[in-house]
C-alpha cells in the first residue's frame, strides 16, 4: 500500500544532529498529522494541518518544527533532540479534520534512536 | 483519568474462538469512534469506523453504547492473522481525537 509514505523508515541521531522527517500522502486529503508512538504510550498527537494551515501543536518542544507545503506533503524538522524522543513518529492523513468521518490513513513510520 | 481506555491484555484465545474487546471514553461529546490493528512495528490500520449505534464488517462487529460511553470490538471465528494490537480511537470534533493504549491480541493454533 502506498498510500501514505515515510522517509526514513530509520534513524539514528545525535543530540546535535538536525534531521528531518517526510511524509507523503497521494489519497487527494487535505488534512496531515504527526504522531508520536512510545512504548506503552497512546499514540500522542503533536501536530495538525488543515488545508495547509497548522491547527494543532500540543504542546511540542520547540525541537519538532512543522512544515506543510502543500496538502501532499509534510515534514518534520528536528534539531538538538533528546533521547527520549526516540520513539515511532507516525504521520496520518484525512479527508479534512472537520469532514464529519475524520478516518485517518497512517504512513509505515518512521523509527527514530536519538543516542 | 484518561481520555481512552482499554484493557491491554494479554488476550491469548484458540483459534475459531469468538473474543471481545471494550474501550472506554470520557468526553461525552464524543461522536465517531475507529478501531484499528496495530501489527508489531508496524503503523496501526483502519479496521472498522463507528458513526451510530455499530458496524459490522464479516467477523467483526463494533457495537456502541452512547449511555455508557463505551464501544466494543467482537470477532468471531478467530484466525492466527488476527493476532495484533487493537486500538480504539474516539473523536470528539476538531482536533479531540484520542487513541487508547491497545489492547493486545494473540490468536493460538
Known amino acids: 500500500e502506498t498510500g501514505v509514505t515515510q522517509t526514513p523508515r530509520h534513524l539514528v541521531m545525535g543530540m546535535t544532529n538536525k534531521k528531518s522527517l517526510k511524509c507523503e500522502q497521494h489519497l487527494g486529503h487535505n488534512a496531515m498529522y504527526w504522531y508520536k508512538q512510545s512504548a506503552k504510550k497512546p499514540l500522542e498527537l503533536m501536530f495538525v494541518?488543515?488545508?495547509?494551515?497548522?491547527?494543532e501543536n500540543n504542546s511540542v518542544p520547540s525541537r519538532f518544527s512543522p512544515e506543510c507545503p502543500n496538502s501532499s506533503h509534510l515534514f518534520l524538522h528536528l534539531h538538538t533532540l533528546q533521547p527520549e524522543d526516540s520513539a515511532l513518529y507516525l504521520c496520518a492523513s484525512s479527508q479534512a479534520r472537520d469532514s464529519g468521518r475524520n478516518e485517518q490513513f497512517f504512513g509505515p513510520g518512521t523509527r527514530l534512536t536519538v543516542l | 483519568r484518561k481520555e481512552v481506555e482499554q484493557d491491554p491484555g494479554p488476550f491469548n484465545v484458540p483459534e475459531g474462538a469468538t473474543v471481545a474487546f471494550n474501550c472506554t471514553y470520557s468526553?461525552?461529546?464524543?461522536?465517531?469512534f475507529f478501531w484499528y490493528r496495530q501489527d508489531c512495528r508496524k503503523e496501526p490500520k483502519l479496521l472498522m469506523s463507528?458513526?451510530?449505534s455499530g458496524n459490522e464488517d464479516g467477523r467483526f462487529t463494533a457495537q456502541l453504547n452512547r449511555a455508557s460511553q463505551y464501544i466494543s470490538l467482537l470477532i468471531r471465528d478467530s484466525k492466527l492473522s488476527d493476532s495484533a494490537t487493537y486500538l480504539c480511537?474516539?473523536?470528539?470534533?476538531?482536533?479531540?481525537?484520542?487513541f487508547g493504549t491497545g489492547t493486545r491480541l494473540t490468536v493460538i493454533p
Open positions: 494541518y488543515n488545508f495547509k494551515e497548522q491547527t
Open positions: 480511537v474516539a473523536w470528539a470534533g476538531a482536533n479531540n481525537l484520542f
Open positions: 463507528v458513526y451510530s
Open positions: 468526553n461525552s461529546a464524543s461522536q465517531s
